[in-house]
C-alpha cells in the first residue's frame, strides 16, 4: 500500500513547499491573521506570489490575500 504522503507529492493541481525559515520569518509580519496555520499558508503563498483563493474570514479581511 502506498503512503498517502507519495500520493500528495503527485498532484499536478497544488505545489507542496517545504516549512523553512523563510515561511517562518514571513509569518511574523502577518500581524492581522491570528491562527498560525492560516499565517504559514498566507506567508507561503506570499513567497511563491500567488494568490489565494479561501472563505476563511481571518485571512481575506487581513488583506493579504
Known amino acids: 500500500k502506498r503512503l498517502f504522503l507519495y500520493h500528495l507529492l503527485e498532484g499536478t493541481n497544488y505545489v507542496t513547499?517545504?516549512?523553512d525559515i523563510k515561511v517562518i520569518l514571513a509569518c511574523?509580519?502577518?500581524q492581522k491573521?491570528?491562527?498560525m496555520h492560516?499565517?504559514?499558508i498566507t506567508a507561503t503563498a506570499k513567497i511563491l506570489n500567488v494568490q489565494i483563493i479561501t472563505k476563511d474570514?481571518?485571512?481575506v479581511k487581513s488583506k493579504y490575500a
Open 33 to 35: 491573521i491570528p491562527e
Open 17 to 19: 513547499y517545504d516549512l
Open 28 to 30: 511574523k509580519n502577518l
Open 57 to 59: 474570514e481571518e485571512i
Open 38 to 40: 492560516d499565517k504559514i
